[in-house]
Every structure is written in C-alpha cells, then in structure tokens.
C-alpha cells in the first residue's frame, strides 16, 4: 500500500547514507496567498478608517476653535465694555469738560464695534492663516531635509522680522487714524448743538471747510495704514518667492524624484497663498487691538466722593447701605466758575 495515501503516515528522509523518519503531524502547510483583490480591499478599509479618524479631529477642531473664539471675544468685549460705561459714567465733572465729545462718541461706536466684531473677524483668520503656514513647512521639511537646515531658518527669521517691522508701523497709522476720527465727530455734534446759531451768523462755510479739513486729515491717516499693509504684503510676497526658488534649487540639487518634486512646489504655492492671507488678517488684526487699548483706557477713569467710597466697599460695603446712610445735604466748598467764551 502506498504511504502517500495514509495522512497519518510518517515521511521518511534520505541523506547520503542516514536515514531520518519526521512525523507528519510536524509538517504544516502554507497559508494561502492573499490576491491582489483582497490585499486592495484590505488596504482600502485601513485607509478608510484612518482619513474617517481624521475628518472627526478636523470637525471637533473646527467646531471647538470657532465656539471658543466667539465665546472669549464675546465675554472679553462685553466685559471692556461694561468696566468702560461704568467708569464714564462715575467719572467727575471735569473730566467731561476737558475730553470733547466726539472723543467719547468714538469709543462708544468704532471702538465698540471692533470689539464686538471687527477683532473676531480678523483674529480668527490670522490664526487659521498661522496653522496653514505651520503645517505647508511641515509637509515641506519632510520631503525636503535640506529645507530644514538652511531654508526653514531664514524663511522663519525673515517672516517674523517683518511682521514685527510692520506692526510698529501698522499700531502708528492706526492710532494716527482715530486721533483723526474723534474731531469729526466732536465738529458733528456741536454744529448740530449750534445749528440756530451758526444759521443766524451765517458761517456754515466756515464749518464746512473745518469739517473738509478734518476729513482730508483723516483719509490721510487711512492711506497711510493702507500703504503701510501693503508694504507688508508686497515683502510677504517676495520672501515667499524667493523661498520657493530656494526649495527648486533644492531639490534638483537633492536629485529627487519628478512626483516628489511635484509634492514639494504644491506645498509651496500652498505656503504662498497662506502668507498672503496671513499678511491681510494680520495687519487688521492689529489695528483692532489698538480699540482695546483705548477702551482699557477710558475703564481706569478717576473718581471722586461718593464713587471711591462705593469702591473701597466703605458704609455697609454696598452702594445701597452708602446711599442710605449718607446725609441728604450737599456741601459746596471751593466753587468757581469761569466761562471759556470771551
């Protein structure tokens, strides 16, 4: 009987005069390959599950980094401009003598209004425009080394050297821009206050070239925040030029292969759209800022009587127990008046 018909059989093994018997339970036959379908198919469900991964951590990341803005610059807003109202309206009386009207008109309207909108509109855009710039020279560095060494240093030293130029530049222009704003608006509200006046003296040609004046000092002050941008962008544009004229240089010195290639000039044009984004919501962003600083301003007013005691908590620690408590005569010590119009 054949031993290749019983599949419990032992096989025997000849070498040169030895004789070696090896059990057949030992031998253990090969898995089948896997076809090219399936090893596909395969790679495609790996593939599958990581870019779903990838798509869940990009909705969370959106949906946290827009809440959280909008909720920070919302409570930051609101909260500035609560301390602002509370501290004008404690302020003395002879605060609203020296600051004009157009000044506190502005603070209550354009500089408002960048707080609740203006500062939300462009800083989210600048830091969406950072992530972009970060990541095209991540994907940059790992396709070509040499960029990491030489190129990523000076493309990373010359940005933030001109970001830091411009900025001084840009806080200037801006601060020039509302210096120039509150005249306009202090003009406009007393004209209106004089309007019977001025019609029975007849110098409304005089309040008119005074307000055209003050309105071409103004557009000044604007083409020059405009101009200073743009000397911001045009600089971008040429760093970013020239760092992509470096990563060419680089790769044909590197020998890489055409799609690598390919990779790395996609990566640059992508880190050159980025930077143009980046230089625009960058320099608006700054200009927004300087709304906080005059609002922070107007939030630390000097007060007198009544109003420093409410804040050192003194008469029972509430403005109710101080009201009640007070005396109902007023005192008038040191008074007098003067008038500004001769």
Known sequence: MDDSANPTSDVTTRTGSSTAVVPSSSTTLPARPLSFDERIASMNAIWLRQYLLLTILAFALIAFTRFSFAFVCTRAGKALFNDMLHSVLRAPTHWFDQTPLGRITSRFSFDTENLDIVLLSKVY???????????????????????????????????????RTARVGILQMQRLDNNSRSPIASLTAETLQGRLVIQVFKRQGDYMRRLSSLLDDNTRAMCAFNLASRWLGVRIEITVASNTFLVICGCLW?????????????????????????????????????????????????????????????????????????????????????SKYK
């Open 254 to 338: 590197l020998d890489l292969p055409p799609e690598a290639f390919g990779y790395a000039l996609v990566w640059c044009n992508c880190l050159a759209i980025a930077m143009a984004f980046l230089s625009i919501n960058i320099s608006a962003a700054e200009a927004a800022f300087t709304s906080v600083e005059r609002v922070a301003e107007y939030s630390k007013l000097e007060k007198d009587g009544l109003h420093m005691e409410m804040d050192r908590g003194e008469g029972g620690g509430s403005a109710l127990a101080l009201y009640r408590t007070g005396s109902s005569q007023v005192n008038v010590k040191r008074l007098m008046m003067c």
């Open 125 to 163: 855009p600048a830091t969406v425009c950072v992530s972009w710039v970060l990541g095209a020279l991540v994907m940059m560095t790992n396709e070509c080394c040499a960029f990491a060494l030489i190129l990523l240093p000076m493309f990373v030293g010359g940005s933030l050297f001109l970001l």
